[in-house]
């Protein structure tokens, strides 16, 4: 099994067809293990691979828009707020964003490069500064 990290070809089609929408959608981010197959080609949420552990429920946290549709020399970019589950007991390899206000359409794979494991522990995710060059979703 395998964790391709990157922006998911539905995504992209969908976006261009003006079914996401950063400003009123409801945008989750769930854990996958090692064992999960989550890649470009993921085109939805889905429960197969999903970590499970204390502190952790099944489609994972809401997210929170930290930076709005923005562009800055010919970068449209867009930015989540840092999350985490707090006192959990969880492992995680991989993490996928979606859309749960428009059919839990997949919006991006993360790869965290190995497995991260907490015991009673906060397990964290920090996205990159919301810039041009630097944040998570970007269209040049």
């Not at 995504?11 to 769930?30: C, D, M, P, Y």
């Amino acid at each position: 099994m395998s964790i391709y990290q990157g922006q998911t070809d539905s995504f992209k089609v969908q976006l261009l067809n003006g079914q996401h929408n950063f400003s009123s959608n409801t945008f989750k981010i769930a854990l996958y293990t090692a064992a999960a197959s989550i890649s470009n080609a993921t085109a939805a949420y889905t429960t197969t691979g999903e970590t499970s552990g204390t502190g952790y429920t099944a489609g994972g946290n809401t997210l929170t828009v930290s930076q709005t549709p923005t562009n800055d020399g010919n970068v449209a970019y867009i930015s989540f707020a840092n999350t985490s589950w707090d006192s959990s007991t969880i492992s995680a390899a991989g993490a996928l964003i979606y859309n749960s206000s428009f059919n839990n359409a997949s919006v991006a794979v993360l790869s965290f490069g190995s497995t991260v494991s907490t015991n009673n522990q906060s397990f964290n995710i920090y996205f990159p500064a919301a810039l041009a060059n630097t944040a998570i979703i970007r269209i040049a």
